[in-house]
């Protein structure tokens, strides 16, 4: 069975950090593009972060751009996110997905065009 598992999240201060893990079974990631997403209560998920199957393109939404950063280990069959200076705006769930189409530039694919997801990993951010 295909399986994404997110990990990481937790409760932390404005300012502090976390990485998230998005671990994978019965695929290999190698030949994926990467999304992270996340949904805060009574809003739509959206777009976080997106890394190409061969690492070489990248993608940040403007509002975390700076302070989160994307990688992957091959080796591993994870991808992670680690989030740095995190804002109270950052609470949410985060998901990881899978896509074999497109990248992470101009042929970034939608949302609904992902084809597995994890059951995503909670994320505060308070004082």
């Known amino acids: 069975q295909v399986q994404l598992v997110e990990s990481g999240g937790g409760l932390v201060q404005p300012g502090g950090s976390l990485r998230l893990s998005c671990a994978a079974s019965?695929?290999?990631?190698?030949?994926?593009?990467i999304g992270w997403f996340r949904q805060a209560p009574g809003k739509e998920r959206e777009g976080v972060s997106c890394?190409?199957?061969?690492?070489?393109?990248?993608y940040y939404a403007d509002s975390v751009k700076g302070r989160f950063t994307i990688s992957r280990d091959n080796a591993k069959n994870t991808v992670y996110l680690q989030m740095n200076s995190l804002k109270p705006e950052d609470t949410a769930v985060y998901y990881c997905a899978t896509d074999l189409v497109g990248g992470c530039g101009r042929n970034r694919r939608k949302i609904d065009e992902y084809n597995y997801w994890g059951q995503g990993t909670q994320v505060t951010v308070s004082s």
């Open positions: 890394i190409s199957s061969s690492g070489r393109s990248t």
């Open positions: 019965g695929l290999t990631l190698t030949y994926y593009t």
